[in-house]
């Protein structure tokens, strides 16, 4: 077994037995899981005709219809299930960021705390070799468990809405967000973690500084919501090659703060 290969192993044991880590964020992925559902096929049909018909769908309804052939052919429902569907999309960003951010955190700051970090720093593991299986125990589960709430998102949509919701909500535009963004989001929220943990002596507080990562996913909700703009796979692609070097510089910043000198004195 390789030392990245070990330490990753060891990462993923400790990680399963933060039972408080694994089950905030299976709650979380749930419920962001469950809430564009809800408000897809639950609300209709509960409400009835007047949430399909709201004037406040008007401006995205518009960048739909130009943007996607054939959607004005589709019933006001049909059109509401898509419209709530693509809307919420962006939460699946949030996933990977504050999964890769939290096991990233505790696993450094953890190992600080209760002095196991020594141990480990005083191998002949160089410095990259121990951020970068850090960086793959906490990116892989979190990445992972993002693509399979979304694989069962999208089995629920097509059992739900049909092919037609499904055809239109989950396009190309939609899996290439998942598939290629929530990657690079996990990469940027390890190294601004790597970043934080490397000065902080608390888990909660690195974090609460690191998720300031969360609010550009927010903001970008939000506009989208509010009709100002329709992601689209353009949009897509510019930002993951806008990610992947801003993923790439901040790492690189993170393994040279991360001195492990400093830490071995500093904590004795």
């Known amino acids: 077994m390789t030392p990245i290969e070990a330490i990753i192993r060891k990462e993923w044991v400790e990680t399963l037995h933060n039972r408080t880590l694994v089950w905030s964020f299976a709650l979380v992925g749930i419920m962001f899981t469950l809430m564009p559902l809800f408000i897809a096929f ?29 959607f004005e052919a589709l019933t006001p429902l049909q059109q509401f299930q898509v419209f709530s569907i693509r809307q919420f999309l962006p939460l699946f960003l949030l996933l990977p960021i504050m999964g890769a951010m939290s096991i990233a955190t505790y696993s450094i700051i953890g190992e600080k705390t209760s002095r196991s970090l020594e141990a480990v720093l005083a191998t002949p593991t160089t410095t990259r070799q121990l951020l970068l299986s850090k960086a793959l125990a906490a990116s892989l589960p979190a990445v992972a468990g993002a693509w399979l709430l979304f694989l069962a998102f999208a089995l629920v949509v097509w059992l739900l809405g049909g092919p037609e919701v499904a055809r239109y909500a989950l396009d190309g535009t939609a899996w290439a967000m998942i598939l ?3 990657p690079l989001v ?15 002596t608390d888990p909660r507080s690195a974090q609460q500084i690191a998720t300031l990562l969360v609010l550009p996913v927010v ?11 329709l992601i689209g796979l353009p949009m897509i692609l510019a930002a ?7 993923a790439a510089i901040v790492l690189q910043v993170g393994v040279r703060l991360f001195q492990r000198e400093t830490i071995l004195t500093k904590w004795k």
């Open 42 to 70: 639950g609300l209709p049909a509960l409400v009835g005709d007047g949430m399909t018909t709201d004037s406040d769908m008007g401006p995205m309804l518009r960048l739909l219809s130009g943007a996607l052939p054939g």
């Open 180 to 182: 290629l963004i929530t």
């Open 240 to 246: 993951a090659g806008v990610l992947l070097v801003l």
């Open 186 to 200: 996990a990469l940027l929220a390890l190294g601004l973690g790597v970043i934080v943990s490397s000065r902080a």
């Open 219 to 229: 903001a970008l909700l939000i506009a989208q919501i509010s009709g100002l703009f």
